[in-house]
């Protein structure tokens, strides 16, 4: 059963333009979420989290959205920059325990 | 601050064997968490600790033991070691006591069983 999903096992886009990152999940429960991102052989970095009561929060290039009638979050970073490349990882927290998805593989080529 | 520390990077196991993967962080948090992530996977939650002397399960405890005698520390130790357990491990703590929000992670222990 798998709380977390993101459907997308990777993504490329250019850069300077949007990244468009999505998530969906299935557990009502969840308090909030938060968004990672992971470069090769180094731990995960938070990176913007968002309360289950809000709809919108935004840090810099990054904003994520939340629907929960649709139960479906999404990450956009404007503008893309090569730096940005890695994984990133959704997660659902709640009752102390975090859930992750399996991670989107984000490409910005130059 | 040197934040989350894991030690060792790497390490090779054979069936049967037991050992412990040390995890210190020295930011003073009270919430300490366990995962692994294997290939294709996202990291799943092994154990937990809100505060020294407080530890819960996670999603895939079994044959994993843990224990947070200071706030400073909280290792993980296989007790006997099975090739189903290779994978790498992080630890992870955070400022906040209520729960996980805003995780720091330490680089991770790479674990082979054989």
């Known amino acids: 059963d798998q709380q977390v999903k993101q459907n997308s096992p990777s993504l490329s886009v250019q850069e300077g333009r949007i990244s468009i990152l999505n998530c969906d999940y299935t557990n009502s429960m969840f308090d909030y979420f938060l968004w990672y991102k992971k470069y090769p052989a180094e731990g995960p970095t938070f990176l913007i989290s968002i309360s289950s009561i809000k709809d919108k929060n935004e840090d810099g290039r990054f904003t994520v959205f939340l629907n929960k009638s649709a139960k479906h979050l999404s990450l956009h970073i404007v503008p893309s920059q090569p730096g940005d490349s890695a994984v990133y990882f959704c997660?659902?927290?709640?009752?102390?325990?975090?859930?992750f998805g399996k991670g989107t593989l984000l490409t910005v080529n130059p | 601050n040197a934040g989350v520390t894991q030690t060792p990077k790497f390490q090779v196991l054979k069936t049967g064997q037991s050992m412990t993967l040390q995890c210190a962080q020295d930011?003073?948090?009270?919430?300490m968490s366990w995962y692994r992530q294997d290939p294709g996977m996202g990291l799943r939650l092994i154990h937990y600790?809100?505060?020294?002397?407080?530890?819960d399960q996670g999603e895939v405890p079994n044959g994993y033991n843990v224990s947070r005698s200071t706030t400073e520390d909280f290792p993980l130790r296989l007790l006997s070691a099975a090739p189903s357990q290779t994978s790498v491990y992080f630890c992870?703590?955070?400022?906040?006591?209520?729960?996980?929000?805003?995780?720091?992670f330490g680089p991770g222990t790479r674990l082979t069983v054989l």
């Open positions: 997660s659902g927290g709640s009752n102390y325990k975090l859930t």
């Open positions: 600790s809100v505060g020294a002397g407080i530890t």
């Open positions: 992870a703590s955070s400022p906040d006591s209520w729960g996980p929000n805003e995780q720091f």
């Open positions: 930011m003073n948090h009270e919430y």
